[in-house]
């Protein structure tokens, strides 16, 4: 996961509290819920200048952290955007 994006993500995560950010940190359990998603797609789509597409604004995009930065680096590869993998 590209470092902007945790960086990103990690204030909309309450229950964080100090643990690591994996891919396969539940969003949902550590505080994010549907309010807090939309405020996180309007940021994320500021940071990295993209539009995630419709059919990936869904519940199984924001899971996990891995399942939203996946439609992200999507999102970026698809516009011709850098993509960092770790």
């Given amino acids: 996961m590209d470092p902007r994006f945790t960086e990103l993500l990690i204030p909309f995560l309450k229950h964080l509290r100090g643990r690591e950010l994996t891919e396969t940190s539940p969003l949902p359990a550590l505080g994010l819920d549907s309010m807090q998603s939309i405020e ?46 770790a």
Avoid: K, Q
Wanted: hydrophobic share 55%; net charge negative; charged share 15%.
């Fill in 40 to 85: 996180l797609l309007f940021a994320i789509e500021d940071t990295f200048g993209i539009a995630l597409p419709d059919e990936d604004l869904n519940d199984a995009t924001f899971a996990t952290a891995g399942s939203l930065w996946g439609a992200v680096s999507a999102a970026l590869a698809a516009e011709g955007g850098t993509v960092s993998a």
